[in-house]
């Protein structure tokens, strides 16, 4: 059974960081690749980052590009999300997602992130 559990979300002033964390199980997660995405009231869900398998190549959107960074620690089943210099447009809920050769396994329940004073 394929599971995705994130955890980190919260509420956090403008300018602060968070970091979230997605631990997976149910598949094999090196040979996934892993994304975070994000969806705030009354919008579609976007693209945050994404990483490949290995780690070695990773993507942006351009809203985050420069704040956010994406990693994985294969031995932990783990993908984080470091958000730095927040802003109150990053507020949403955040989701990670695992896919195979460009098929979704799954999605986690979502982690809410509130940046505001």
């Known amino acids: 059974q394929v599971q995705l559990v994130e955890s980190g979300g919260g509420l956090v002033q403008p300018g602060g960081s968070l970091r979230l964390s997605c631990v997976v199980s149910g598949f094999t997660f090196s040979s996934c690749a892993m994304s975070w995405y994000r969806q705030a009231p009354g919008k579609e869900r976007e693209l945050v980052a994404s990483i490949t398998c290995g780690g070695g190549s990773t993507n942006y959107g351009d809203s985050v590009k420069g704040r956010f960074t994406i990693s994985r620690d294969n031995a932990k089943n783990t993908v984080y999300l470091q958000m730095n210099s927040l802003k109150p447009e990053d507020t949403a809920v955040y989701y990670c997602?695992?896919?195979?050769?460009?098929?979704?396994?799954?999605w986690g329940q979502g982690t809410q992130v509130t940046v505001s004073s």
């Open positions: 997602n695992a896919a195979s050769r460009g098929v979704s396994l799954g």
